[in-house]
């Protein structure tokens, strides 16, 4: 019998095999499927991992397509705490409403959305407003006001008012500045680079690399006193400030203190529109899957991933989840559990009111001697924390914002109001309720793929400080899930517009 067929044969093997190598090839080299990150929360926080995840993320042959990233929002907008009001056909911010010159992550999307900005309300810019220190009874300070839109009119009365506060706390006011100065200075250390700038897993690390740990051992008060402030500036203008911003008094940390008084210093700015916007054009342009209307309520940890179930019975399979929203008033339900430091939210109630004040309510004959800005003073029977003018629609028309700590009742603004046109009523868990000495909870909740950006709040609660935590979250997921992923680095403040030259162009 013949044997020539077998070579025949064994060649038509090896063209089959050869016709076969692409697909091999293909199928050795097949690129890993993406991962998928989940995050819970649209605000600033939520939205910035999503941005910083984008930014950073670099391509390496183990991992050359970056994540699938979803974002889950409960309510029908994003933005968080960042939310607008509309009252007498003009729109306010209801939230969070101004931001430093130095907010460097704010100045930078901005600048990357094109977003227009401006100055905040006249009531909130030190340069232009009237202000009065309310005491439950009269006046203790009040700033001197002309009618008169002169620029130079103006300016000469500031430097009035601005002489007659120095006049009266002194050097308490330039022992106040260094102290906000030095602190700010301590806080731009997280916008240097990443070669000079480890991503951290617990907040106390992150504080302590900037020397701003211990400012979180101790009150407010307690600062003050060492720095000798006055007592009468410490129980009028610093509590007026930290009322306003947080709701509380001078017994919160020294950190929260710090930036609250720095929140009330010259060159503030804001979004033209509302600052949500930010939240919003930081998701549109990291090209994530937004779920709207849908609340999570579990999130399980089953090894390789994360199982998250929505309210609308939905479930979702997540590499890496990022809880970007308070976990002190949300009902979410981990497993395992988790174990954070317990927290109360401060409640801020923010009315809006259309109309105009009652004059005799401060003591005063007329409407025009109310000062656009009202603080108050640390004492339980005063109802609210300030009372200012968002806008004057005519001599008998104005719209105020009202921040208290409990809520305003109809008779109560009636008594405040000697008309109202349209009241509208929101109640806000605003930021953490502070106490030194803080407890933080870490950043990665279960030593895996579990992150909390909001862990930083217990530090300082604002748009800028969610974004630096926002940042530091989405460095570590990339560190640790991707561990062969390099970073983009850049020196944000070296990037940013030099914030004299912001204060000169608003």
Known sequence: MSSHPKPCFHFLIFLLLLSLQPLIFCLS??????????????????????????????PTPA???????????????????????????????????????????????????????????ASEDDDSMSLGF?????????????????????????????????FRYRSSLLKMNSFVESTVDSFLKYYESHERRPAFETVDEMLKWAGLFDLTTRTLHDELVQLKISPLMTDELITVITRINYGQSVSISGLAGAVSLAGSGGGLWAIEGGNYQMAAGLIKSSNVSLHLNEEIKSISNLG????????????????????????????????????????????????????????????????????ELVGTLEDPDIPFSSISVLKQHDENEISY?????????????????????????????????YKAPEVFAPFILDGQ???????????????????????????????RYFSE????SSNLKSKSPDAGTLHTDL
């Open 304 to 371: 390789k991933y994360y199982e998250l179930n929505s309210t609308k019975g939905n479930s979702y399979s997540c590499d890496v989840t990022v809880v970007a929203t308070p976990l002190d008033e949300v009902n979410i339900q981990f497993t395992p559990s988790v174990s954070i430091p317990a927290r109360k939210l401060q409640h801020t109630h923010t009315t809006f009111v259309r109309g105009i004040l009652n004059p005799a309510y401060f003591g005063l004959r007329t409407v025009g001697e109310i000062p």
């Open 401 to 433: 914002k009202v921040f208290s700590r409990e809520p305003m009742t109809d008779a109560l603004l009636d008594s405040i109001f000697g008309a109202r046109l349209e009241t509208v009523r929101i109640n806000w868990g605003a930021y953490p309720h």
């Open 449 to 479: 793929h579990l992150y909390y950006v909001n862990a930083f709040e217990n530090a300082a609660s604002t748009m800028e400080t969610s974004a630096v935590a926002a940042e530091n979250v989405a460095r570590l997921i990339l560190s």
């Open 134 to 166: 309310w005491d439950g009874k009269k006046f203790v300070f009040k700033s001197l006001e002309v009618d008169s839109k002169i620029p130079w009119v103006q300016k000469i009365v500031s430097y009035f008012n601005s002489f007659r506060l120095f």
């Open 29 to 58: 080299t097949h690129a890993p499927t993406p991962p998928t990150v989940c995050i819970v929360g649209s605000g600033i926080g939520g939205s910035s991992v999503a941005h910083f995840l984008r930014h950073y993320f670099h």
């Open 63 to 121: 991992q050359p397509n970056p994540p699938n990233i979803k974002i889950f929002e409960r309510r029908s907008v994003v933005g968080g705490r960042m939310a607008t009001v509309s009252i007498g056909g003009e729109t306010f911010e209801a939230g969070a409403s101004i931001l430093h010159p130095k907010n460097y992550h704010a100045l930078n999307y901005s600048k990357l959305l094109g977003l227009k900005v401006k100055p905040p309300p």
């Open 485 to 488: 992923a390099q970073l983009h």
